[in-house]
């Protein structure tokens, strides 16, 4: 299958394509441009026959008459341009059914997708396994908080911290001009150096204490939250006269890490159907047959069987030599490795854009065939 050959021709029908499409709506527009001139014609026409005139009458139907050719002469050519758009089409659709159509090429593309929808399992788990970490993190957090007035008050402080550094960055964006080749100037260089040295650094120092003597403090119960699950957290939180309603947010957080969970949920139910969509029977072949290969066992000769080959090896090697030189005959070629030759021609087949592009296509057939699946399997999930 000669690959190149069909990309390029692929690439120049696509290319036709869109200089075909453009065409044709350029003529799209002139017949519309035409249409509405002979309405106006016509209906000047009409009210000079409403005012008797007939020389006007005559002017407007011949100006009529002649748009009238044009619109004919134009729409033949909107019609040619249609037909040579279907024509390109489809021997775009032929090129793609050719390389949809070659099995081995599709055994390459389908152990591809098996592989990218494994890795993209993979990350989905370890994001989802993450939310639920955090989710959990913060639950426990909140019992610290309830039991130890250490831990609340190490979170009042970081929170109103937060609070600080919130107001001090906005304060210092409305300061700043805007930047001239990448140098930010400000209205009030004064305030905005105590900021950025002074009033900055004690807020961080501030949430960083209490974050420390937090943290030292779970890990004694057995609690490893990270420093982002804290800064998430204490941004969430808002001190009301002092006191903070640590339960009512984690609970909405919960809430909103419950809804992720679902939703990573949904994409690994849909990557799993994804997978189950395709036909694996070669890939579970050539596998089981590199497994058994990996699995032989080279046969062990004694030592008299070995010296006696030995021996024979030799020994026809000189009978040989003695030989009259032949003639040299047309020699057979050389096997070629076929399998391994294939096998390196469609391992480099992603390179061309009409492999990519359907590969892609496939990629998202089945994502989509695997969601609808997954929708009528377990409808619940995308209930709220």
């Known amino acids: 299958m000669d690959l190149k050959s069909i990309n390029d021709e692929y690439l120049q029908f696509k290319k036709d394509l869109e200089t075909i499409k453009k065409e044709k709506d ?35 139907e011949a100006a009529i008459k002649t748009k009238k050719e044009e619109l004919d002469k134009i729409s033949k050519q909107l019609v040619e341009k249609k037909v040579k758009l279907v024509e390109v089409q489809v021997k775009i659709e032929e090129r ?19 592989k990218r929808y494994s890795r993209s399992i993979k990350k989905v788990n370890e994001e989802k396994n993450e939310a639920i970490n955090k989710r959990d993190n913060f639950v426990r957090l909140n019992d610290l908080a309830e039991k130890h007035p250490s831990v609340k008050k190490n979170l009042i402080g970081m929170t109103n911290a937060q609070k600080e550094i919130k ?18 100037t400000y209205t009030d ?44 957290l204490t941004q969430a939180l808002t001190l009301n006269k002092g006191h903070i309603d640590i339960k009512g947010t984690v609970e909405k957080q919960v809430r909103n890490i419950n809804k992720e969970v679902k939703g990573y949920n949904k994409q690994l139910l849909n990557l799993s159907n994804a997978i189950n969509s395709i036909d694996k029977t070669s890939i579970q072949k050539k596998q089981a047959q590199a497994q058994a290969n990996n699995n032989i066992t080279p046969v062990k000769t004694g030592f008299f069987s070995r010296l006696v080959a030995k021996f024979k090896n030799w ?48 990629e998202k057939d089945n994502i989509k065939a695997g969601k609808q699946q997954r929708k009528q399997a377990q ?5 709220d």
Do not use: C, W
Request: charged letters at 35%; proline letters at 6%.
């Open 26 to 60: 350029a003529i799209s527009k002139q017949v519309s441009k035409i249409k509405n001139e002979l309405i106006i014609l016509e209906a000047t026409k009409s009210n000079a026959v409403l005012d008797g005139d007939k020389a006007k009458e005559q002017q407007y």
């Open 96 to 114: 793609i059914e050719q390389v949809r159509n070659n099995p081995e090429l599709k055994e390459h593309l389908d152990e591809a997708l098996v």
């Open 315 to 362: 020994r026809n090697k000189n009978e040989q030599k003695s030989l009259p030189q032949a003639v040299p005959t047309n020699q057979p070629a050389p096997v070629v490795n076929n399998t391994a030759k294939k096998k390196s021609e469609f391992a480099a087949s992603m390179k061309y854009d009409i492999v990519k592009e359907e590969f892609d296509k496939m």
């Open 189 to 232: 260089p004064a305030r905005a150096n105590d900021i950025m040295t002074k009033f900055l650094p004690i807020a961080n120092a501030k949430y960083n204490k209490n974050k420390d003597l937090l943290t030292k403090y779970a890990k004694t119960q057995r609690l490893d939250i990270k420093d982002q699950e804290l800064l998430e």
């Open 379 to 383: 409808p619940d999930l995308d209930r």
């Open 167 to 184: 107001a001090l960055k906005e304060e210092l964006s409305k300061l700043a001009n805007p930047p001239i080749n990448g140098l930010v």
